[in-house]
């Protein structure tokens, strides 16, 4: 577990540059139309050596090293990016949310992260 936390630590700029963390898209559906409402936004680590390497691994390392708001910036502009794709090919877009954490607000100004992403997509 401790050499789990270790190589996300020390992978994770790595991981982000090479694209082996991505953004997961879970389905939010409405219980009683079963009509599909929007989505969420998740993340995934694909390790070419390690293979999969769980969420539950890597978002308490990322916490607890200070480090989460690297891995939240990321999928914010990565979401903004597909989402940005989508409209100029003319799919349809569904809203999507993504979860922050609260040491966001405090290692990084989340606000302007967001507002940087938002401008790609308009």
């Given at each position: 577990m401790i050499d789990?936390?270790?190589?996300?630590?020390?992978?994770?700029d790595e991981a982000l540059e090479k694209g082996?963390?991505?953004?997961?898209?879970?389905?939010?559906v409405r219980?009683?139309?079963?009509?599909?409402?929007?989505?969420?936004?998740?993340?995934r680590w694909?390790?070419?050596e390690r293979g999969f390497i769980s969420p539950a691994v890597f978002i308490p390392a990322l916490e607890n090293s200070q480090l989460i708001?690297?891995?939240?910036?990321?999928?914010?502009k990565e979401v903004c990016k597909i989402y940005r794709f989508?409209?100029?090919?003319?799919?349809?877009?569904?809203?999507?949310s993504f979860n922050l954490s609260k040491l966001d607000f405090i290692l990084t100004d989340i606000e302007k992260v967001?507002?940087?992403?938002w401008l790609m997509i308009y």
């Open positions: 789990d936390q270790y190589f996300v630590v020390n992978h994770l082996y963390i991505k953004p997961y898209f879970q389905p939010v219980a009683v139309s079963g009509d599909l409402c929007g989505m969420e936004a998740l993340c694909i390790d070419p708001h690297k891995l939240d910036s990321y999928i914010i989508n409209i100029d090919n003319k799919i349809e877009m569904i809203p999507v967001m507002e940087i992403a």
